[in-house]
């Protein structure tokens, strides 16, 4: 399995390996320009948006509930269109699902896989997402219930991924003999009453990639 995080690459460059098939995720590390007014007025909401479609119907849905007369999200919404519709192409599924949320508690504190195909992760305020690159991993401790400190077999090597970078993670439906699932874990805030801001989005339908 191979890690990959973008050094300078291209956009399309760094996420089209993650249909390699020993990659089990791509890490694509960002620094964007949106103002932090955007993010700061949503994380102090009780966000929790959640939709299924195309590209255009998300994007819609997103303006109708973020977009009022005093507010605007310009930027964030013009990143998670392009999110969408990267991920879209990637995937090649024209629907995608879609969720946006303020996040305040520790969701997935254990390292585990998803029962998916792929997903796109992007914590745009806040801890983001945790990845374990094959070499870290002790999977017979994963899959027979023990705890993180038995699956992690070096530390060092855990991939904390940043505000505004984007996962995109194998699940464990995705097409192909021999997949191994990206292994990852939600960060946890509930200690320190942190917030999160979290884009994830799912495929419904897979393309044929010849694996």
Not at 95 to 122: A, G, P, Q, V
Not at 132 to 143: G, K
Not at 158 to 167: K, M, N, R
């Amino acid at each position: 399995m191979i890690q990959e995080v973008s050094t300078g690459e291209t956009k399309l460059t760094t996420l089209s390996k993650i249909h390699h098939p020993e990659s089990s995720f791509v890490h694509w590390q960002r620094n964007l320009n949106i103002p932090e007014a955007e993010y700061t007025t949503l994380s102090e909401s009780n966000l929790s948006l959640k939709t299924e479609g195309t590209t255009k119907e998300i994007r819609a849905f997103i303006e109708s509930e973020l977009i009022s007369s005093s507010f605007e999200p310009y930027y964030l919404i013009e990143d998670i269109t392009f999110l969408l519709q990267t991920f879209s192409d990637l995937a090649e599924s024209e629907k995608i699902k879609f969720f946006l949320s303020t996040i305040n508690n520790n969701m997935c504190r254990r390292f585990h896989t998803d029962c998916n195909e792929l997903r796109l992760l992007c914590t745009y305020l806040g801890p983001g997402t945790l990845v374990l690159p094959e070499d870290a991993i002790d999977r017979n401790a994963l899959h027979t219930g023990k705890d993180n400190e038995e699956i992690i077999i070096n530390e060092d090597k855990v991939i904390y991924a940043e505000p505004e970078d984007v996962l995109i993670l194998k699940g464990s439906l995705y097409p192909g003999k021999a997949v191994r699932a990206a292994v990852h874990r939600s960060p946890t805030i509930e200690e320190s009453g942190a917030k999160r801001l979290l884009l994830r989005l799912d495929t419904e339908s897979f393309g044929n990639y010849g694996l």
